[in-house]
Nanobody
Framework: QVQLVESGGGLVQAGGSLRLSCAASGRTFSSYAMAWFRQAPGKEREFVAAITWSGGSTVYADFVKGRFTISRDNAKNTVYLQMNSLQPEDTAVYYC????????????????WGQGTQVTVSS
C-alpha cells in the first residue's frame, strides 16, 4: 500500500509556471506507475499525465503536450508535474495517483490517490 501527499499548488498568473510534487510513503514506490489527474468545479476528473515505474515512458493528455512534464525520482519517492505556460482553463484540483502495473490514462485504473492540491490560474 502507498500513501500520497501532493504539494506545490497555488495561485499563478496566466503564462506562469508551477511544479507540483507528490510524495509517496512505502518502500515499494518504484513498483508503481504514477499519474496526475485534475478536476475543475462542475467537471469530471480528467487525465493529465502518467509515467511508468522506471520513468522510461510517459504519456500526456493532448491539451498539455509541450507545456507539462511528468517525472519521478524513485530515490526520493516523489513524482513531479512541471507546468509551464499555464492558462486559466488549467485551474483545477490536481491529484496524483498510483497503480501496480503499466501506466494508464483512466482514473478507475488507479488504486491510490492523494488529497489533491489546488491550482488557480488568473487571467
Amino acid at each position: 500500500q502507498v500513501q500520497l501527499v501532493e504539494s506545490g499548488g497555488g495561485l499563478v498568473q496566466a503564462g506562469g509556471s508551477l511544479r507540483l510534487s507528490c510524495a509517496a510513503s512505502g518502500r515499494t514506490f518504484s513498483s508503481y506507475a504514477m499519474a496526475w489527474f485534475r478536476q475543475a468545479p462542475g467537471k469530471e476528473r480528467e487525465f493529465v499525465a502518467a509515467i511508468t515505474w522506471s520513468g522510461g515512458s510517459t504519456v500526456y493528455a493532448d491539451f498539455v503536450k509541450g507545456r507539462f512534464t511528468i517525472s519521478r525520482d524513485n530515490a526520493k519517492n516523489t513524482v513531479y508535474l512541471q507546468m509551464n505556460s499555464l492558462q486559466p482553463e488549467d485551474t483545477a484540483v490536481y491529484y496524483c495517483a498510483a497503480r501496480i502495473g503499466d501506466k494508464r490514462t483512466v482514473w478507475y485504473a488507479y488504486d491510490y490517490w492523494g488529497q489533491g492540491t489546488q491550482v488557480t490560474v488568473s487571467s
